[in-house]
C-alpha cells in the first residue's frame, strides 16, 4: 500500500524557516517524481513544487521560488521542503503527492501538514 | 499559466439526482485534465484523469467529458457527471490541468445537499 506521511509543520514566525518532511512507503520512491501541493485555509489546491526522481531536476510555483527548496533522501524514502523567508499568505496545509503514471496528476496524497505563519 | 474556471461555486443537489460540474481552461488541449474530490479534513482524492478515464476504484456513477478547441473556441471546456448522487459524493470537487506548467487547479466546486 502507496502511504505518504507528512512531518514537521507548525507555527512560524513571518520571516521565519521550516523544513517539512514526507517519508514514502509502499513504491520505489526513487522512481518516481514526487510533489508539494498546499492549500490555504478554505481556499483551493495550489501546485508549489516537484523533484525528479534522482533529485536532479527541481520546480517551483512563482510564488515560492527563490524562499523554497525542495529535496529528497532515495536512502530513506524522504522527500524534504525547505522554507525560508516565511510570509502570512504561505500558511497552509501542505501535501507530498505522486503518481505511478509519467503524467502529472495525482493518484496518492499524503495526509497534510499544517503551516501557519503568524507572529 | 493555464487559468482553470470552475462553476458553479456551489451546487445543490437532492441524494438521487444528476450533479454536472463544469471546468473550463484558458487555454486550448484535449485532455490532460483530471477531477479530484475532496471531503472536509481529508487529502484530495483522484477521480478521473485524461479527461474521462476513472482511477482505480472510482464507481460508475462519475463520468468526465470534454470539449476540445474546435467546440469552444479558444480554450477547453470540462464535465464531471455524477449521474446519480450517494450520501458520500457530497464534497468539493477540483480539476486540475497537467497540459502545461505550472500545474493549476480550479477553485473548486461544493456539492451540497439540497
Known amino acids: 500500500e502507496v502511504q505518504l506521511v507528512e512531518s514537521g509543520g507548525g507555527l512560524v514566525e513571518p520571516g521565519g524557516s521550516l523544513r517539512l518532511s514526507c517519508e514514502a512507503s509502499?513504491?520505489?520512491?526513487?522512481?518516481?517524481?514526487i510533489h508539494w501541493v498546499r492549500q490555504a485555509p478554505g481556499k483551493g489546491l495550489l501546485w508549489v513544487s516537484r523533484i525528479k526522481t534522482d533529485g536532479s531536476s527541481t520546480s517551483y510555483a512563482d510564488s515560492v521560488e527563490g524562499r523554497f527548496t525542495v529535496s529528497r533522501d532515495n536512502a530513506k524514502n524522504t522527500l524534504y521542503l525547505q522554507m525560508s523567508s516565511l510570509r502570512a499568505e504561505d500558511t497552509a496545509v501542505y501535501y507530498c503527492?505522486?503518481?505511478?503514471?509519467?503524467?502529472?496528476?495525482?493518484?496518492?496524497w499524503g495526509q497534510g501538514i499544517l503551516v501557519t505563519v503568524s507572529s | 499559466e493555464i487559468v482553470m474556471t470552475q462553476s458553479p461555486a456551489t451546487l445543490s443537489v437532492s441524494p438521487g439526482e444528476r450533479a454536472t460540474l463544469s471546468c473550463r481552461a484558458s487555454q486550448s488541449f484535449s485532455s490532460a485534465l483530471a477531477w479530484y474530490q475532496q471531503k472536509p479534513g481529508q487529502a484530495p482524492r483522484l477521480l478521473i484523469y485524461?479527461?474521462?478515464?476513472?482511477?482505480?476504484?472510482?464507481?460508475a456513477r462519475f463520468s468526465g467529458s470534454g470539449s476540445g478547441p474546435e467546440f469552444s473556441g479558444s480554450g477547453s471546456e470540462f464535465t464531471l457527471t455524477i449521474s446519480s448522487l450517494q450520501s458520500e459524493d457530497f464534497a468539493v470537487y477540483y480539476c486540475?490541468?497537467?497540459?502545461?506548467?505550472?500545474?493549476?487547479f480550479g477553485g473548486g466546486t461544493k456539492v451540497e445537499i439540497k
Open positions: 486540475q490541468q497537467y497540459y502545461s506548467w505550472p500545474l493549476t
Open positions: 485524461g479527461a474521462s478515464t476513472r482511477a482505480t476504484g472510482i464507481p
Open positions: 503527492a505522486t503518481t505511478m503514471s509519467s503524467l502529472n496528476y495525482f493518484d496518492y
Open positions: 509502499g513504491f520505489t520512491f526513487k522512481s518516481e517524481w
